[in-house]
Each structure stands twice: as structure tokens, then as C-alpha cells.
């Protein structure tokens, strides 16, 4: 069985690196959710609210108000595939989303140092 990807999907993103992934959950954690998804889940209007935020900020959280927590991960998978961006956690049914400065839809994430 072979698991190939149709040609319109976007590629993978890069996994970051622990010590990024770190820093990134520390940054957030004074961060108030910017964003709600509702009942109804992710709209395209949604995604297009999302790429103008990351268009201001790399970081963002996103509460999501649903039944359970594997509904709010499916929601930060979506977001993850459909932005692109990076799902950097999720506390309970809020969503810690990443986007690398000056990556631009489609584009690989590039690896970065820390400051």
C-alpha cells in the first residue's frame, strides 16, 4: 500500500525543533486566544482570518469550542494544512498555531536558531 500524496496538497511542513517548540510554548503562554472557532469548524473565511493575523504576528492562539479535545486537534490539523502553518500545541481546546516570519503559503518552513 502506498500512501502518495495528490499533487494539490501542500507539502509537509518541517517539524521544529524541540528547543524552538520550547520556546514558542513559553512565548504563547501570556497570549489570550485572538480567535474562536466555532460549532461549525473551519470556514475559508476562517483560514483567510488566520493568514491576516499571521501576517502581523508569528504566534497565535486559537480557542476552540467544541465537545471534546480530539475535535479541537482535528481543527488545529486543519488549520495547520489549510494556512500553512505550524500546530505548536494544544492545551486542552486551545490551539497554539506558528508561522515563521516571511514563509509564504506553500513555502517550506526553514529551520531557524534561537535568539
Not at 502518495?4 to 501570556?30: F, G, M, W, Y
Not at 486566544?33 to 486559537?62: E, H, N, W, Y
Request: charged share 25%; proline share 10%.
Amino acid at each position: 500500500m502506498t500512501s502518495e500524496r495528490p499533487a494539490n496538497d501542500p507539502p509537509v511542513a518541517t517539524p521544529l525543533p524541540p528547543a524552538l517548540r520550547r520556546e514558542l510554548v513559553s512565548r504563547a503562554h501570556q497570549l489570550q486566544p485572538r480567535l474562536t472557532v466555532g460549532k461549525r469548524g473551519i470556514s475559508s473565511a476562517m483560514v483567510a482570518q488566520v493568514r491576516q493575523i499571521f501576517a502581523k504576528t508569528d504566534l497565535l492562539k486559537v480557542k476552540v469550542l467544541c465537545g471534546e479535545a480530539a475535535e479541537a486537534e482535528q481543527a488545529g490539523r486543519l488549520l495547520a494544512r489549510d494556512v500553512p502553518c505550524h500546530q505548536v500545541a494544544r492545551l486542552g481546546k486551545t490551539l497554539v498555531l506558528y508561522k515563521p516570519p516571511g514563509a509564504g503559503p506553500g513555502a517550506e518552513v526553514a529551520r531557524r536558531g534561537l535568539k
